[in-house]
């Protein structure tokens, strides 16, 4: 069950500051190791860019998991492997893509758009938390099963042959 209510909680958390102070205080250990460990450390060298990589792989790690884990179950079986393939290649793009776009912004750039970033960022924080809390009252009240009966019926054959095979 609280797995259900992650959602509501996650969004409530987004939308009250004073959650997202709580949060902060509890997640700052973890933050402050991050942040001592890129100070001491040399980053334009190769273990420099080891350890940028290292706390960018811990924090994506459970997003990335379950794209990843079906497209290597896929490939493990041999099935499919062209489809195999589309998927890692457009998950690599996807995934590259806003790293390239922040590697191509330069330090002075960032400086200089820091303002409309913040400012936009704020705006779509909320929209995210209240993104999160209607998920997670989807999910309480059952409504996501009737849409993902829906949603299957509606898709294509192929795709829902994908999805099922596992």
Do not use: H, Y
Request: charged share 10%; net charge positive; with cysteine.
């Amino acid at each position: 069950m609280l797995r259900r209510r992650w959602w509501s909680l996650w969004g409530g958390v987004l939308l009250l500051p004073p959650l997202q102070v709580r949060l902060a205080a509890a997640a700052g250990p973890i933050g402050n190791w991050a942040d001592g460990k890129l100070a001491t450390e040399q980053t334009n060298g190769l273990a420099g860019q080891f350890w940028i990589g290292v706390l960018l792989g811990a924090i994506w790690s459970p997003c990335v998991g379950p794209t990843l884990g079906a497209a290597s179950l896929l490939a493990a079986q041999g099935k499919d492997l062209g489809q195999v393939a589309l998927t890692m290649f457009a998950f690599g793009i996807g995934a590259a893509l806003p790293l390239l776009g922040l590697g191509w912004l330069s330090r002075e750039t960032l400086v200089r758009w820091r303002g409309t970033l913040l400012s936009a960022g704020s705006g779509l924080k909320s929209a995210l938390a209240l993104l999160f809390v209607v998920i997670g009252v989807v999910i309480i009240s059952g409504t996501d099963k009737t849409l993902e009966t829906f949603l299957v019926e509606a898709s294509p054959q192929w795709l829902t042959n994908l999805t099922t095979s596992f």
